[in-house]
């Protein structure tokens, strides 16, 4: 199975196309979910950070990489099975 991710964003987050870029140059599929509009999507990160992280965070698998933490999110990309 190909990794797939969720990306929770706030629209004007400066991280965002940098995110995309990253995990498209991975062959990570994805999907941004704008929390400032998607009420369901900020509920759902809050719920799967605790609410200890804020946007964006993304979430592969049931792992979860607050902000754009690439070495974390390297350690993620790679650990988590496709």
């Known amino acids: 199975m190909k990794k ?5 964003v706030f629209p004007a987050s400066p991280d965002t196309e940098q995110i ?12 941004i979910y704008d929390i400032d509009s998607d009420q ?3 509920r759902h990160m809050l719920e799967a950070t ?5 946007a ?11 902000g ?5 999110l390297e ?3 790679r650990s988590e099975p496709d």
């Open 4 to 8: 797939e991710a969720n990306v929770y």
């Open 20 to 31: 995309k870029d990253y995990l498209s140059s991975r062959g990570i599929a994805f999907k």
């Open 50 to 54: 605790r609410g200890a992280c804020a």
């Open 56 to 66: 964006p965070v993304i979430e592969i698998g049931d792992r979860i990489v607050c």
């Open 75 to 77: 350690e993620t990309t």
């Open 40 to 42: 369901k999507a900020r």
């Open 68 to 72: 754009l933490d690439r070495k974390r």
